[in-house]
């Protein structure tokens, strides 16, 4: 079985440009999850889906910051305008029902270079 | 806040050595998890401690979960350079405002020299 799938895997581009993370999970799997990983801060959670509806955007930095999950395949995470201060790889990341005792599927990530 | 702070932060050590590493917190988890992660990729899960006073053998690691499940370790024993990485660990909550919140440590980058 295919694991979580994120594009693109490397992002460059300018301040103040548009950002879009896309992300396909596990097929069967009801949690979908962003993080942001840095040296400074470590992994972050951003943002959960619970059957496509968000559940919890506390930790999304700022309004620049969007994320959608139109189906139970496909999600985006938009950044705009982009930041030097975004720069990080960026996880998805999936799980069955009741996660918390269950496992965490992560993509490879998206490295993301604002500058 | 949950927040869970581990260490060392960094452990560089040569084969065939012993080491812990130690994750602990001021709050209670009803269950906590092991990652390793590789350069270039995401975490990939150890291990899920449940209950406390747990102990869990996955070959040459063992994990235990504290007694009051506030705090966790990770002991390998003969460390090979295939064991280099970074070690995740995770908290995770089953109610209340953090429900769905799986909250991570910073992180324990492991080098180990042949």
């Known amino acids: 079985d295919a694991g979580v799938i994120q594009s693109p895997r490397h992002e460059v581009t300018e301040m103040g440009q548009e950002v879009t993370l896309r992300c396909k999970p596990i097929?069967?799997?009801?949690?979908l999850f962003w993080y942001r990983q840095t040296m400074m801060r470590g992994l972050e959670l951003l943002i959960y889906?619970?059957?496509?509806?968000?559940?919890?955007d506390s930790g999304m930095p700022e309004d620049r910051f969007s994320a959608k999950m139109p189906n139970a395949s496909f999600s985006t995470l938009k950044i705009q305008p982009s930041e030097p201060r975004d720069s990080a790889v960026y996880f998805c990341?999936?799980?069955?029902?009741?996660?918390?005792?269950?496992?965490?599927?992560f993509g490879e990530g998206s490295r993301l270079t604002v500058l | 806040t949950q927040l869970l702070e581990q260490s060392p932060q960094f452990l560089s050590i040569q084969e065939g050595e012993n080491l812990t590493v130690y994750c602990n917190s001021s709050?209670?988890?009803?269950?906590l998890q092991w990652y390793r992660q590789e350069p270039g990729e995401g975490p990939v899960l150890l291990v899920t401690v449940v209950t406390g006073g747990e102990v869990k053998k996955l070959k040459r690691l063992t994990f235990q979960f504290g007694d009051a499940r506030k705090d966790s370790s990770l002991h390998i024993t003969a460390a090979q350079p295939g064991d280099t990485g970074l070690y995740l660990c995770a908290g995770a909550n089953a109610g209340g405002t953090s429900y769905g919140k799986l909250t991570f440590g910073q992180g324990t980058i492991l080098t180990v020299h042949p």
């Open positions: 889906f619970n059957n496509n509806v968000p559940i919890d």
């Open positions: 709050s209670v988890f009803s269950s």
């Open positions: 097929s069967g799997h009801d949690y």
């Open positions: 990341a999936s799980a069955r029902t009741s996660f918390y005792t269950g496992e965490l599927f």
